[in-house]
């Protein structure tokens, strides 16, 4: 149980976070701060917290546990702006995807490298802002902690148990095999999915009417991803050059073979290759974390959408 | 109104042409036919048709409308086999991804060019077989008739008509043109799905199990669409290989100029994308091809699960 909460940067993961602390009585007070005067109005209006406020060392001050959910790009200025402000024991964490980088952003400007616990959970959706989040983000979802040599024992277990009672499952490793592992399962793919969209606009033989009518063939699934904040994902492309330079490098080189075995007619090494992807779908769903129903379940959600007009 | 309706491959698609016409009364008799007897079998316990049978050319002898669902390397060999066996007035048509190679096909063992009207209902789930299929798969969704200039008007016109009481959109264009448009808003996408997926399996320093465990990061939702029936998709490829390799051509210059402004730090490049792609997905949620709900409408799903244990 922490006493007070302090969440800086109010979008969908700070403002989920906010929900479930005091849903789930995780803290005793949550106060929330962002740099936008609008998006605080925004806050207050939903009453995500007894205090929300622009000025972020006065929001901090009080604060047993600090965690900064802003974009990657803007932790270190985050960080000197409220480092000054912290309780001597006010543990300090984040929430953003990419680690290696934001140790380096916001250690140099914290009082006390021992009470820093650099954590990501592994959750979110195509929307943004104060109102796209909610209590059950985390829910059975990882959260990493890559904590640094120097965090203490007490703050990594202070952390493990506070995403533990917001629904999360918490795994520990190192920043530099986080930037790795993330770099494959979410920010390659993200670069992707926005590149196979872009190439779609450009096409001069086909039309945009036409992408988006057919999209339904499989496209769709990836505009999705490719709705999803840019801001945020400029900072981690840019925060996590070398890993996803090297993931990028290997999804090259194997598109490359199987371009050429589309070309020669090697059927073969195609279906293997789909008979295998089929497998690492399975386990996915087994362990939870997707769901097995066709299409994501929009069938369902389709048919409620049509039945209501 | 279609007097008998022939439907040959009882997977996804056929299984749900099947269902619906009988569930809104297109047609006042389904017959069935499929190679497999398990899966003829399956399809008799299921109730889908009024006869099902092993032997095509019997299924198709007396039928009105025959729609051929088989994978796309497969409709040669079933146009050869049906084709001494249809009436003089049944028209032909299959639901194939591919069109241009599916008339170089079929239209040879074909009795008359003017009753062969291609089609592809732009429709579908990761899931196979007779049991996959239900009523509303095809409601709102495109289905493309692709008419060769030989295709009678009055057989583009029932088969028209018959799409439309199915559910769906109808569209016509050429079956070279069709091939493009599907390239980018399918093959493609499904191409660089099931090869992200071989990519991450492959690495040597992330375990499979971290794959799968921090899927929810994005890698999930490729998964689903790698997910889809090997045959089907190798057939596609293999069929579809010009216009296939000209849009990953440009996939792949456009995913080389991403991976320079990552290099070099372009943020302003990346931030433009991620922006214009964000545009593209309200179109196709604006137009009805998919849900604007979050993560797909998944996390309804997953309370459900949750509260159901």
Redesign the interface.
Known sequence: MVERLAVIGIGLIGSSIARAARARGIAADVVLGDASEAVVRRAADLGLGSRVGTDLAGIVRDADLVIVCVPVGACGAVAELIGPALKPTAIVSDVG?VKGSIVRQMLPHLPDAGRFVPAHP??????SGPD?G?V?LF????C?LTPTPDSAPDAVETLRDFWTRVGANV?TMTPE?HD???A????????????????????E??T?S???????????????????D??M???I??NN?DA??E??G???E???A??RA??W?D?DA??D??????A?????ID?G???S???????????A??TGG
């Open positions: 995807s592994v959750a979110g959706t195509e929307h796209a909610f059950e829910d059975n979802r990882w990493i795994e095999h790795l592992v993330l494959i399962t979410s920010h390659v793919p993200h670069l992707i999915a926005y590149n196979i969209v872009g190439t779609a606009a450009d096409l033989e086909v945009q036409e992408v988006i009518k057919f999209s339904a063939g499989g496209f769709r699934d990836f505009t999705r991803i490719a709705a999803s840019p801001t994902w400029r900072d492309f840019l050059k996803v330079i993931v990028l290997r999804f090259s194997d598109l490359a199987l371009q589309i070309r007619g059927g195609l279906f290759l789909f008979t295998r992807t089929r690492i779908r399975r386990s996915i362990v974390q997707d769901t129903a066709a299409d994501f379940g929009r069938r369902a959600l389709n048919a959408t049509q």
